[in-house]
């Protein structure tokens, strides 16, 4: 089965400018476990091109999660990221699933409309959505064919606010990723310590909130298959 990962394409927050993008480790862990597994995995962008990679998943001890230091390493592996098509151009029905790679960027750019069409494309035929620590972002607001929202009366969780505390982000992020995930969600929840791995499954819908969740939600995924 061919997986479809979308990833940020915001580089800066606006706050500070200071930089950021997609937390590496969130798509190597993901990109391993489903491809050890004889599975694909394509990257796609909201706008296309490079993905900003968050400078801070480069660092120790981060980048040695999910074997993202290894991948670091691939010439052939990161050249992938260089080049990754526009969201809008991806032909959904070549997937059998789609999951979201966390990073602070994607607070600035997964409320993009042809995110919400892919995200209701899966869920209207059934299909598999996962998405990863900021990820959820993106299934925040997303209309369904049927008047419903994706998020109505599911079981979801998502990087918390305390834990957008202890990054020191918590005046750099436009919202509390918690708040709009409780408000809208039918049931929001999290890990009794922060940074913990805690992954929810409800139906076809996966989540996991916070980086060392990345590899659980694959595995959870590859249940669900």
């Known amino acids: 089965m061919k997986f ?35 599975h694909e995995v394509d990257l796609a962008s909201i706008v296309g091109g490079v993905v900003p990679l968050d400078p801070m998943s480069l660092s120790a ?14 010439a052939g592996f990161m050249d992938t990221l260089d080049t990754t098509p526009a969201l809008a151009t991806v032909p959904l029905q070549d997937y059998g699933g789609i999951y979201l790679v966390g990073g602070h960027g994607t607070m600035f750019d997964f409320e993009d409309e042809a995110l919400k069409a892919a995200l209701a494309h899966f869920a209207t035929a059934g299909k598999i959505i996962s998405a990863v620590c900021h990820g959820p972002a993106g299934l925040l607001d997303v209309p369904l064919a049927d008047g419903t929202h994706l998020l109505d009366g599911r079981s979801v969780t998502g990087y918390t606010w305390a834990e957008e505390k202890l990054a020191r982000r918590s005046l750099e992020v436009p919202f509390s990723l918690e708040e709009k995930l409780t408000q809208q969600a039918g ?3 999290a890990a009794r310590m922060p940074m913990s791995k805690h992954v929810i499954v409800d139906d076809f819908l996966v989540t996991g ?12 995924v590859l249940e669900l298959l």
């Open 61 to 74: 001890p981060f980048i040695f999660a999910g074997g993202a230091n290894k991948r670091y390493e691939d």
């Open 187 to 189: 049931k929001f929840s």
């Open 209 to 220: 909130q916070n980086p060392m969740s990345a590899a659980g939600v694959a595995e959870a």
């Open 4 to 38: 479809l990962a979308v990833a940020t394409s915001t580089h800066r927050y606006h706050v500070s400018g200071h930089r950021t993008g997609m937390w590496f480790g969130e798509y190597t862990s993901f990109y391993n476990v489903v491809t050890r597994a004889g």
